[in-house]
């Protein structure tokens, strides 16, 4: 997941602007947010554990004056959730000092970190973002160039925004692995991970940031190149079904309608005799909608959610999860001496389900048909969802029918592999799918190297 932004203007607030549309990207990371402004070149970082309305105030915004900005919101994949691995990074190089934020994953990261320390440079950090800035800030060449020849040594997904002097950078892996989209305000660009950024703040989506390109922003305006040509085409399928808000725009196409698409699908494809219709709320909604649309059984709530408690999934600890869970939901008495139908996005470990399914059951219901808009998870992510190894997923390793019996339902169904493809309105060839599927687009790491600078002392 994180959330990046990025903006150029000598006329607007930027770190104002900034703030709001990391509000927009909040879903994206919830352990820590960060801004970073250059003015006249002196750049200013503010970064801390915690939301973006924890980490800055008023007085704090009014602190960042400049001409450029970028913002991330971070959650953790490689590199702990410390402060020190907080975004945007700043490392100062040999040939330029570099402010970064990264959404992504780096697979060979291990390699180039040692290659980095061989050669002397010090890494503050345990993050792999901080290797794409010192790689960038240690190359003499100009900046479009030394960002060019990094991405080459990078393997992976990577969305990147960098603030370096009166510059501002953005670029993607060859694969388009992560999002990133380009969009204008008034006559000022910008950049984020996805539309609802620009919404928020009243900026129009250009298009998304091609795979393999770059993009600086000066004081002569926009620049591109294809600095990598383009890889197979590998979107990560996943935002679709759970992680990009549903207001958002993915690859020309709206996630809330994807979203009501696969329910509709799971419906056809796995019908009930049922009651009602309820969501796991929100990321569950708009699949239960189009359940309830097509099976025309009535949707109603079941469930409301604890608004002020975050998505268990991104939490990194095992324990905040569970306790999360118990925190987030409570059953309403609708669901009392009915037959449910209940549709969430997906189950990656369980933990969510299973105490779901009992507490329904608890709260009266006679029975709970588990439908899932998405096929099982059976495989591993190295980029950049938190799913490092095979034994935390628990479909990995089970059948439909083993996994019914641990979450406890009456019975259970998943979105087929081509009904979830449908939905998206993407062709087959232009999305990542390994973590159904595991077929990776790119190279890939084992899950023990992956997670080696996990508990390094920062």
């Known amino acids: 997941m994180c959330g990046v932004f990025g903006i150029r203007s000598v006329d607007r607030d930027v770190a104002r602007l900034t703030y709001f549309a990391l509000f927009a990207l909040q879903h994206r990371g919830q352990e820590s947010a960060g801004i970073a402004v250059s003015e006249g070149g002196r750049l200013t970082v503010l970064r801390d554990m915690g939301l973006v309305a924890q980490v800055f105030n008023e007085q704090q915004l009014q602190a960042l004056p400049g001409e450029v900005a970028i913002g991330h919101t971070r959650y953790s994949t490689t590199g702990g959730a410390h402060w020190s691995n907080a975004q945007p990074l700043v490392h100062h190089g040999r040939s330029r000092t570099i402010a970064?934020?990264?959404?992504?994953?780096?697979t060979n990261a291990g390699a180039l970190r040692e290659e980095l320390?061989?050669?002397?440079?010090?890494?503050?950090s345990t993050s792999d973002t901080e290797v794409i800035a010192a790689l960038i800030a240690r190359d003499p060449a100009p900046l479009p160039d030394a960002v060019a020849a990094t991405m080459a040594r990078l393997e992976g997904a990577y969305s990147v925004v960098a603030l370096v002097d009166d510059t501002l950078v953005a670029f993607r892996d060859r694969h388009g692995i992560r999002p990133l989209t380009l969009g204008h305000l008034g006559g000022d660009m910008v950049v984020a991970s996805?539309?609802?950024?620009?919404?928020?703040?009243?900026?129009?989506v250009d298009r998304d940031v091609r795979p393999g390109e770059v993009l600086w922003f000066d004081g002569a305006g926009m620049h591109s190149t294809q600095a990598l040509p383009e890889g197979r085409g590998a979107a990560c399928i996943f935002e679709h079904v759970y992680f990009a808000r549903p207001?958002?725009?993915?690859?020309?196409?709206?996630?809330?309608?994807?979203?009501?698409?696969?329910?509709?699908?799971?419906?056809?494809e796995a019908p009930a005799v049922a009651d009602l219709v309820m969501s796991?709320?929100?990321?569950?909604?708009?699949?239960?909608?189009?359940?309830?649309r097509a099976s025309g059984i009535p949707y109603e709530e079941g469930l409301i959610k604890n608004r002020y408690v975050g998505r268990t999934f991104i939490q990194p600890d095992q324990e905040l999860r569970r306790q999360g869970i118990k925190l987030k939901f409570n059953p309403l008495d609708e669901i009392a001496g009915q037959r449910v139908v209940v549709v969430d996005d997906s189950i990656v470990r369980g933990n969510t389900m299973q105490q779901l399914v009992t507490m329904l059951f608890e709260a009266g219901a006679t029975?709970?048909?588990?439908?899932?808009?998405?096929?099982?998870?059976?495989?591993?992510?190295?980029?950049?969802?938190d799913m490092a190894d095979e034994d935390e997923l628990a479909a990995a390793h089970r059948s439909v029918e083993e996994m019914r019996e641990r979450i406890g339902a009456t019975s259970?169904?998943?979105?087929?592999?081509?009904?979830?493809?449908?939905?998206?309105?993407?062709?087959?060839?232009?999305?990542?799918?390994?973590?159904?599927?595991?077929?990776?687009?790119?190279?890939?790491?084992?899950?023990?190297?992956?997670?080696?600078?996990?508990?390094?002392?920062?």
């Open 100 to 106: 970064l934020g990264h959404n992504g994953n780096l």
């Open 117 to 124: 320390i061989a050669d002397g440079i010090r890494l503050g």
């Open 194 to 204: 996805e539309s609802c950024a620009f919404d928020l703040i009243g900026a129009t």
């Open 247 to 268: 207001d958002s725009r993915l690859d020309g196409s709206e996630v809330y309608s994807s979203r009501v698409r696969m329910g509709r699908q799971l419906a056809v």
């Open 280 to 292: 796991i709320p929100d990321s569950g909604t708009p699949a239960a909608i189009g359940f309830a």
């Open 367 to 385: 029975e709970v048909h588990v439908r899932i808009s998405s096929p099982p998870v059976v495989s591993p992510c190295f980029y950049g969802i």
């Open 412 to 458: 259970l169904h998943y979105l087929s592999l081509e009904g979830m493809q449908t939905a998206t309105r993407l062709p087959e060839n232009s999305v990542c799918r390994a973590c159904f599927t595991r077929d990776y687009p790119a190279a890939v790491p084992s899950s023990a190297d992956k997670m080696r600078f996990e508990t390094a002392v920062v």
